[in-house]
Structure formats: structure tokens, C-alpha cells
């Protein structure tokens, strides 16, 4: 069920797009330590290759998981109150997925710490964005979306629909430029693969000298 906006949207009352630059500006930060470290299991050990397979999987679940939302917000994100879809189990599935891709980014490093403060450190940064918006989302909806936050939490998604959900039926629509849009996104997760593995091979090389180990 897709409700119609009471007002018009004032172009300064969102600024996702300058949030999540944010996010992906201030990420590097957070990462470079991990250019002077190396995984404490080394490349090829069954617990090591268990990793980073669990990564490559949590990168894949937050590519689909992101193209699967964009499916149903399409376009009408901050027009339409969208409640359907992914956004019947959590109301920021776009940033939950992420969050779950950054975390498989750690894990294909071949650290769980690593993967754990990726994923603390996008919790935070998306907690205070999906917040704001929560704050805008009330004043131009009203009742319809305070309805919608006590039955959906804000960002872990709950497990099953209530019977008495006041939430409407799924439709899917199809927004051809957001799709394309959240599938270049999700390249980038596919690029930090293989930045962890370019890494691997300058340390193998000897051109990049690891300080410390990361477990």
C-alpha cells in the first residue's frame, strides 16, 4: 500500500544523497588500517576460506536485497509512503542491506573484527540518517506513517508480518533508472572484493608489509 504524499516535498528536507557520500567517503577511513594488516588465519585454511565465503554470500544478499527494494520504491521515494515489499519487515531495508554488505567486505578480508566494526560503524551512520528522515517522514505524513513506525521497526527487520498488520498488499513496480542506479551501488561491493584481493597479492609481493594481525 503506497499512500500519496498530503504535501509537497521542499528539496531540503532530504539529503541522502549527501549522507551516503558521506558514508562512502568516511568508509576508506575506516579501512585503512586494514592496508597494514593481514588476516590472523592464513590464505587457505579451512576457517580462513569460511570467511570469506561467508562474505562473498552477506555481499550477494545486499546486492539482491537493494535491487529487491528499489523494485518497490522506485521513483517514489520521499513522495509515496512506501510500505510493502522489504519495507514490511524494516523500514530502511536499503540501508540494512548495506550494512550487511560492508560487514561481508570485513569477512572476505578474513577478519570477524574488521567485519564487526564495518558493520557497527554503518549501523551508526545510518541510525542518525534513517532518524532525520523518520523526523521529515512524520511531519508530511502524519498518522499513516506513525501507524507504519509502530508496526515496522527502523532498521533490523522483523521476522513475520502480525495478522492484524495494518499494512496492505505487495505490488511491484518496476523504476528501470533507481534499479540500474542501486545495481551500480552494488558494484561497489563487488569492487571491494577484489580490492581485498589485490591487497593479498602486494602483501604476497612483498610491495605492502603487514604491521599487525586482525583476527
Request: hydrophobic share 40%; proline share 5%; net charge positive.
Given at each position: 500500500m503506497q499512500k500519496k504524499s498530503p504535501m509537497p516535498l521542499s528539496a531540503t528536507v532530504f539529503q541522502q544523497g549527501?549522507?551516503?557520500?558521506?558514508?562512502?567517503l568516511a568508509a576508506p577511513v575506516v579501512l585503512a588500517p586494514a592496508l597494514l594488516a593481514e588476516s590472523a588465519w592464513p590464505q587457505g585454511?579451512?576457517?580462513?576460506?569460511?570467511?570469506?565465503?561467508?562474505?562473498t554470500v552477506l555481499i550477494l544478499i545486499c546486492i539482491g536485497g537493494r535491487c529487491w527494494a528499489s523494485l518497490y520504491v522506485?521513483?517514489?521515494?520521499?513522495?509515496?509512503?512506501?510500505?510493502?515489499?522489504?519495507?514490511?519487515?524494516?523500514?530502511?531495508p536499503l540501508y540494512f542491506f548495506s550494512a550487511l554488505g560492508l560487514a561481508g567486505v570485513g569477512?572476505?578480508?578474513?577478519?570477524?573484527?574488521?567485519?564487526?566494526?564495518?558493520?557497527?560503524?554503518?549501523?551508526?551512520v545510518f541510525t542518525y540518517v534513517a532518524t532525520r528522515e523518520a523526523t521529515a517522514l512524520d511531519a508530511i505524513f502524519g498518522e499513516a506513517y506513525r501507524r507504519y513506525r509502530r508496526s515496522v521497526p527502523a532498521?533490523?527487520?522483523?521476522?513475520?508480518?502480525?495478522?492484524?498488520?495494518?499494512?496492505?498488499?505487495s505490488p511491484v513496480t518496476f523504476d528501470a533508472v533507481a534499479l540500474k542506479?542501486?545495481?551500480i551501488d552494488g558494484s561497489y561491493f563487488l569492487a571491494a572484493i577484489l580490492a581485498v584481493e589485490l591487497l593479498g597479492w602486494f602483501q604476497s609481493a612483498g610491495l605492502v608489509t603487514p604491521i599487525f594481525r586482525l583476527f
Open positions: 549527501r549522507r551516503i557520500r558521506f558514508l562512502w585454511s579451512p576457517f580462513r576460506e569460511m570467511l570469506e565465503f561467508a562474505g522506485g521513483g517514489r521515494k520521499n513522495r509515496e509512503l512506501v510500505t510493502t515489499g522489504p519495507y514490511a519487515y524494516t523500514r530502511n569477512l572476505t578480508f578474513g577478519s570477524l573484527i574488521l567485519s564487526a566494526v564495518l558493520f557497527v560503524f554503518t549501523c551508526l532498521f533490523f527487520p522483523r521476522l513475520r508480518r502480525d495478522d492484524d498488520d495494518v499494512l496492505g498488499p542506479r542501486t545495481a
